[in-house]
């Protein structure tokens, strides 16, 4: 098992290590016998760190994984292929050698490969679309970076194989791409849409479904959480209405706030929820996964608002922990929840989580949803697709 650790300096650690996830090392020979994955993260948070923490490692594969801290996004976009483009080739110097590049497309693998050069010249690569930046809502026009649905063509371009967590990301941005590439000035790449499809498929990420197998323990009155990151594409003016609404009819409820808190819109939350007053029973991201999954485990419903969710890796933990999910019909969420689980207005959020209130569902009655989802469940899927990718090389 390789063990790395380096830190750069006004930037973070960059950590590069393999993880057993409790077991032991293996025994060289039997090191030698697999093949190995080189993992590039650069923004290691959130669903993204989840996602890999409950995959690695994957059956009859060994692997080396390169990370950055989950800060300014758009920046690791930017240069995080300077940073692991330099990692990487000290790692082959130190005898290093990898069968797969798996990254996300954080991550301008184009760049990546062109500054690592022969290092990884003859190796596959697979990028996984979290999310693509060609859909992605932006608050005002004018702050649409184009660089950012660029970067993630020329990364799927430059990858051996293009995996999406959903049929809908997948859909969207292949659809999307001619009329962007239209933006240019002249010289308007053709066939680009269909040079990505034909090496794309969907492959759902997994979750550690531990943290949020304790059995649910519930208070004598029903209460709901939104558990997302507190963001405009998130919609938190939608959810918070529709709890005013519920309060303002004398219903007997309480509101669990438990996403990642911003700058931007931390003060505009927190007086939105003020306004529920004793119905709000807990503000703020908890602090460690174990405090998450119990406070997931202590509500009855979980509702989305999301006007951007290419998975929502957030709702099928709350599923698994008990909760029964409240889901706007849009996006990704047909994917994964049937119709009964759904809502298409204002006026049907409330409604569905009305009901819930006055019929309290019982704990685990929609856990089924994320089981196929588990870490579990997907790893064979990922062995695989490493394994396909690597052969056809």
């Known amino acids: 098992m390789r063990v790395l650790r380096i830190t750069l300096r006004n930037a973070g650690p960059v950590t590069s290590r393999a993880k057993c996830a409790g077991v032991l090392p293996e025994p060289e020979g039997m090191q030698a016998m697999k093949r190995r994955v080189l993992v590039?993260?650069?923004?290691?948070?959130g669903s993204h760190k989840a996602v890999l923490d409950a995959l690695l490692p994957v059956p009859g594969w060994g692997f080396d994984l390169l990370t950055l801290p989950a800060r300014?996004?758009?920046w690791r976009m930017r240069g995080a292929?300077?940073?692991m483009a330099d990692?990487?080739?000290r790692l082959y110097a130190a005898g290093a050698r990898w069968d797969l590049v798996f990254a996300s497309t954080f991550l301008n693998l184009a760049e990546f490969k062109g500054l690592a050069g022969s290092v990884v010249a003859d190796v596959p690569a697979a990028v996984y679309f979290h999310e693509n930046q060609l859909v992605y809502p932006v608050r005002h026009e004018a702050e649409w970076d184009v660089q950012f649905p660029l970067t993630n063509i020329t990364s799927a371009l430059a990858a051996d194989a293009c995996l999406f967590n959903t049929q809908w990301n997948l859909d969207s941005f292949r659809e999307e791409i001619p009329a962007f590439l239209l933006r240019f000035p002249d010289h308007h790449p053709v066939r680009v849409a269909e040079r990505i499809a034909a090496k794309s498929q969907v492959l759902a990420p997994p979750f550690d479904p531990a943290p949020f197998s304790a059995r649910a323990v519930r208070g004598p009155r029903a209460r709901i959480v939104w558990p997302h990151r507190w963001e405009h594409d998130k919609d938190p003016e939608a959810f918070f209405s529709a709890m005013r609404t519920l309060a303002a009819e004398g219903l007997d409820f309480e509101v669990v706030v438990a996403g990642a808190a911003f700058r931007e819109t931390k003060a505009l939350v927190e007086a939105a929820a003020g306004a529920l007053g004793e119905r709000l029973v807990h503000l703020g991201e908890p602090e460690g996964r174990g405090a998450y999954a119990a406070l997931l485990g202590s509500c009855d419903i979980?509702?989305?608002?999301?006007v951007n969710e290419f998975f929502g890796l957030a709702m099928l933990e709350a599923c698994y922990a008990g909760c029964m999910p409240v889901v706007p019909d849009r996006l990704a969420y047909p994917e994964l929840y049937p119709e009964k689980y759904r809502y298409s207005s204002a006026e049907g959020l409330v409604a569905r989580v009305r009901s819930h209130i006055l019929d309290r569902?019982?704990?685990g009655a929609a856990r089924e949803l994320a089981e196929p989802?588990?870490?579990e469940r997907l790893r064979e899927a990922y062995r695989a697709t490493f394994d396909r990718i690597a052969n056809a090389h």
């Open 87 to 89: 990692e990487v080739r």
């Open 40 to 45: 590039l993260e650069p923004y290691y948070g």
């Open 302 to 306: 979980a509702v989305s608002t999301a």
């Open 361 to 363: 569902p019982r704990p």
């Open 373 to 375: 989802y588990t870490a």
């Open 81 to 83: 292929a300077i940073t």
């Open 72 to 74: 300014k996004w758009k």
